[in-house]
């Protein structure tokens, strides 16, 4: 598969993803989502807010906005149900920036704040593959937490296969992303 046409899928399942996850937890109580949990952040609280704060700023990175660290100075921690929906906006802009790229794009460098060690030319795709990595991982250790909770983990490990077509159809047009059947 070229990889302009992988990033476009795999933004798309990033963002499918990421929404089963926060609409499970959005069912617990807040003190739920926020009680301490054995993992490498100690809450679904401090996990998923840890998400969403480092898909911003490779998003910042990534089209090349300028912030850099500064967002994390700026981020607010967001209980389950506005952070899915903030979740969800940041998922629409990396979909849209994936759909922009092509296989001479992907390629390209841009600049990353790296603070200390100060500006790192990074590869697009690279950075791509660290933000996609990043959610899995983090997913992975939410999904675990969750099944702590009286309110059961959802299904994660499902692609874009033809056999899953079905499953996943309304719950992509209700995040207002086409599936991969649309793109090229």
Same mark, same amino acid.
């Given at each position: ?24 937890? /959005?069912?617990?109580?807040? /003190? ?6 054995t ?23 990534l089209?090349?906005?300028? !912030?850099?660290?500064?967002?994390? %100075?700026?981020?607010? +921690?967001?209980?389950?149900? =506005?952070? $899915? ?21 992907? +390629? ?5 704040? $790296? ?5 790192? =030319?990074?590869?697009?795709? %690279?950075?791509? /593959? ?6 899995i991982?983090?997913?992975?250790? /939410? ?8 309110? =059961? =983990? ?21 995040l207002?992303i086409?599936? +991969?059947?649309? !793109?090229?």
């Open positions: 598969m070229a990889a302009a046409l992988h990033v476009r899928k795999a933004a798309r399942n990033n963002a499918w993803s990421n929404d089963r996850l926060l609409r499970a937890c /959005a069912e617990l109580s807040d /003190a739920e989502f926020k009680a301490a949990r993992s490498f952040f100690p809450s679904l609280f401090e996990t998923l807010n840890h998400s969403l704060s480092v898909d911003l700023y490779y998003l910042d990175m089209e090349e906005g300028g !912030i850099g660290l500064a967002i994390f %100075d700026s981020f607010v +921690p967001l209980a389950a149900e =506005p952070l $899915r929906s903030a979740q969800l906006a940041a998922d629409r802009r990396l979909v849209t920036f994936c759909d922009a790229q092509s296989e001479l794009s992907l +390629p390209r460098l841009v600049e990353t704040d $790296r603070g200390d060690e100060g500006k790192v =030319p990074e590869r697009v795709d %690279d950075l791509l /593959a660290h933000l996609f990595q990043h959610q991982h983090h997913r992975g250790q /939410a999904h675990a937490m969750l099944a702590g909770t009286r309110v =059961p =983990p959802p299904q994660l490990d499902e692609y874009f296969l033809v056999f899953d077509a079905s499953r996943r159809e309304a719950e992509l047009a209700a207002g086409e599936g +991969p059947e649309a !793109i090229r």
